[in-house]
Antibody, heavy 119, light 108 residues
């Protein structure tokens, strides 16, 4: 059974760095074709795709966030870490991580974690 | 830039058919995926590779794609289908993914 869980701070100040961890079970990120992605959703708004890291270490990012966003993986720990620098209030959102198999979509999602950016 | 356009809302009576469109230039080359999201919940993958239904998803949900438009069809809409629906695809070089703006399905 595949499960994912996001963890991290619920409140971050403007200009600070946000770090979120996705801890998963039921699969290994060393398996060909697998990936973990990050998606966020501001309150009352649409989903926004942020980025993904693949089993082979390849990383892809949203063009609008590429300069501030980094995604890394710790395969033995079954964790993926999102780092977003210089946050602003517009980064306030529920952040989701999701399991992806190439060409098969984001098939399993965490419950999401709400992050508020405010002084 | 890669964008996907969906209608903001679709209203349908129970038992009728709802069709949700998703338009974007990259869809002529890339698969479209469809997700359902109910309030306070994480999204659920309904359709992958344009037409393939995820295991456990009722067969009243179906997907199609032609040219630069993908379509999610709900045949015989039920009250429980009231939700937000999002399409997703990669850009033409699979450098990144985007979601459409979402469609709220209202069951009258």
């Amino acid at each position: 059974q595949i499960t994912l869980r996001e963890s991290g701070p619920s409140l971050v100040k403007p200009t600070e760095t946000l770090t979120l961890t996705c801890t998963f079970s039921g699969f290994s990120l060393s398996t060909d074709g697998l990936a973990v992605g990050w998606i966020r959703q501001p309150p009352g708004k649409a989903l926004e795709w942020l980025g993904v890291i693949y089993w082979d270490g390849d990383e892809r990012y949203s063009p609008t966030l590429r300069s501030r966003l980094s995604i890394t993986k710790d395969t033995p720990k079954n964790q993926v870490v999102l780092t977003l620098t210089n946050v602003v209030p517009a980064d306030t959102a529920t952040y989701f991580c999701a399991h992806r198999r190439v060409d098969y979509g984001d098939s399993h999602w965490g419950q999401g974690t709400l992050v508020t950016v405010s002084s | 830039s890669h964008e996907l356009t969906q209608p903001p809302s679709v209203s349908v009576s129970p038992g009728q058919t709802a069709r949700i469109s998703c338009s974007g230039d990259a869809l002529s080359k890339q698969y479209v995926y469809w997700y359902q999201q109910k309030p306070g919940q994480a999204p659920i993958l309904l359709i992958y590779k344009d037409t393939q239904r995820t295991s456990g998803i009722p067969d009243r949900f179906s997907g199609s794609s032609s040219g630069t438009t993908g379509t999610l069809t709900i045949t015989g809409v039920q009250a429980e289908d009231e939700a937000d629906y999002y399409c997703q695809s990669a850009d033409t070089t699979i450098s990144y993914y985007v979601f459409g703006g979402g469609t709220r399905v209202n069951v009258l």
